[in-house]
């Protein structure tokens, strides 16, 4: 026997839209119509991306020396970064870690052509090493 729930209570993956382009999502709703067991959603998209020239960083990993950052990561006394309020202490554990993580694997300013690189993250240096062979 099929039992239908009521649309409000819905939890089917039918209802969604995804995109990885939020920032050209213009308007998104659901249209009032019975021709379905499912309401019909629209959403319509820019045809361009807003142009803006912001900096973009990266943790620069290249020297990055992994018995190093774990030796450093043991010197820490991570009974010293707790106080009886939660969120103080989690703040100053992130504090910690962030400057350990600066020391080990900086932020860099991305160049233009890393800037590029940053926007395709699935393209690995060993995909773009197949490109040039190919």
Request: a positive charge; glycine letters at 2%.
């Amino acid at each position: 026997m099929y039992l239908q729930t009521p649309l409000s209570h819905s939890k089917t993956l039918i209802d969604h839209i995804y995109t990885n382009a939020p920032e050209k999502v213009i308007k998104s709703g659901i249209c009032l119509a019975d021709i379905t067991d499912h309401l019909p959603f629209f959403c319509t998209f820019s045809a361009t991306l807003p142009y803006h020239q912001q900096q973009r960083y990266f943790r620069d990993f290249s020297h990055f020396n992994n018995a190093k950052f774990v030796d450093d990561l043991k010197q820490i006394n991570f009974l010293t970064l707790v106080y009886s309020d939660v969120n103080s202490s989690i703040n100053s554990v992130i504090r910690v870690l962030d400057r350990l993580t600066e020391k080990h694997a900086p932020l860099k300013r991305a160049s233009q052509s890393n800037r590029k690189q940053l926007n395709k993250p699935w393209l690995t240096k060993g995909i773009l090493a197949s490109i040039k062979k190919a």
